[in-house]
């Protein structure tokens, strides 16, 4: 009887983890959302569609105090009549002269939760590790440089 207890469990593990494993690795419901975005880059047209504000930046530190984070955010709303799913940020870090020293684009909404409907609005967060030293220190240059419906 205690043989079949270990067998038992460990069928059970072996079945839990196969479970797992398929839900983790195969297709999933919306995998296919990116490919199906109509993308408007046009800043012109973003400026109408999309509102960026409240950008501001806090320092944090890890867990060891080795590493100090940055932390961007601000708030996104969407002011077209279209239901937008994908938003991506251009930051760009400057030194005290205005050149840059960092420039990176980060998808900041995506369509995995809900899409953001006309009106809605929705906080994003960024962080950095290790800026250049010869960074300002001063909230990024921050644009819209991509928007999906």
């Known amino acids: 009887m205690d043989r079949r ?28 959302w990116a490919a199906n975005l109509t993308e408007m ?12 504000t409240h950008l501001s ?8 105090g080795n590493i100090r984070i940055r932390n961007i955010t601000g708030l ?13 940020l251009k930051m760009t870090f400057t030194d005290y002269d205005g050149k840059v020293v960092q420039e990176s684009t980060h998808t900041v909404f995506a369509s995995q939760r809900m899409p953001l409907n006309p009106g809605g609005q929705y906080r994003f967060e960024v962080n950095f590790e290790n ?19």
Do not use: C
Request: avoid cysteine; glycine fraction near 8%.
């Open 5 to 32: 207890f270990v067998f038992s469990l460990g069928g059970a593990i072996i079945l839990v983890l196969a479970l797992l494993l398929t839900w983790s690795i195969g297709p999933g419901g919306d995998s296919d």
């Open 41 to 52: 880059t046009d800043p012109a047209a973003i400026q109408h569609a999309i509102q960026l």
């Open 57 to 64: 930046i806090a320092t944090s530190d890890t867990f060891a």
């Open 76 to 88: 996104l709303t969407n002011e077209s009549d279209k239901t937008v799913r994908k938003i991506d």
């Open 131 to 149: 800026l250049p030293r010869t960074w300002n220190y001063r909230v990024p240059n921050t644009q819209i440089v991509r928007v999906g419906y």
